[in-house]
């Protein structure tokens, strides 16, 4: 029953446009986040899921309809290749996102699988961030010949997965409408132009990459 009361009352609290609506929803999710800072301003149509494994610095935008999802991944059978990134520092299921931080306007992030974000940066609109994301094979057995469903609804047996943790590290750049697929690091002041799509980690920090899709060969 607390449950749904609480449910009903993040609805209601959803859509206040203002300050009001800024003020009413840092008091509503400050004490029900893994960790809350000072200064955080989420704006209307935030989505979040599993609250506590939330973390968030000082001197935070949650820009209008972003999405954050994180807590590990539900139980079940279906085939995962999960993967590690040297470069994560917390545990499965876990989104931090660090100070002087702005999450865009309809930013998704699914951190299922662990997502770091430092200090400093700006994640652009329309972005996505996908720690857990179907593929089409088995990247874990090559014996393994079948082709796989690109669905959630399909059962289990037919879905393989790849998991692992995202970084975009303090002072990087996301533009608006990139994707950032698993076990993909943004290095330190590395600026990502509008529409890329990053997979693995091969950026050089401070540098500035557009116009491309930007993919690790060796996946």
């Not at 943790?165 to 950032?180: H, L, R, W």
Request: proline share 4%; glycine share 12%.
């Amino acid at each position: 029953m607390f449950r749904f009361f609480s449910t009903l009352f993040e609805a209601l609290i959803r859509n206040i446009d203002g300050s009001a609506g800024r003020k009413i929803r840092y008091w509503y999710y400050h004490n029900k986040l893994g960790s809350c800072g000072k200064k955080v301003y989420i704006d209307i149509n935030v989505s979040f899921s599993n609250l506590r494994h939330i973390f968030l610095g000082d001197n935070v935008w949650i820009d209008n309809g972003a999405i954050l999802l994180a807590g590990e991944p539900g139980v079940s059978n279906r085939k995962t290749d999960i993967r590690t990134n040297e470069n994560y520092r917390y545990r499965r299921g876990e989104l931090h996102i660090g100070s002087e931080v702005h999450i865009g306007p309809q930013v998704i992030i699914q951190a299922h699988g662990g997502c770091q974000i430092g200090d400093k940066l700006t994640i652009g609109a329309g972005s996505k961030l996908y720690t857990l994301s179907h593929h089409y094979r088995n990247t874990a057995d090559p014996t393994d010949t079948k082709r796989y469903h690109f669905g959630s609804m399909v059962p289990d047996k037919e879905q393989f997965l790849i998991e692992a943790p995202i970084v975009v590290q303090s002072k990087a750049g996301v533009g608006m409408n990139c994707v950032i697929l698993p076990g993909s690091t943004i290095p330190e002041g590395t600026w990502l132009g509008v529409g890329l799509v990053v997979r693995g980690n091969h950026l050089t920090p401070g540098a500035i990459y557009t116009n491309a899709n930007i993919t690790d060969k060796k996946n």
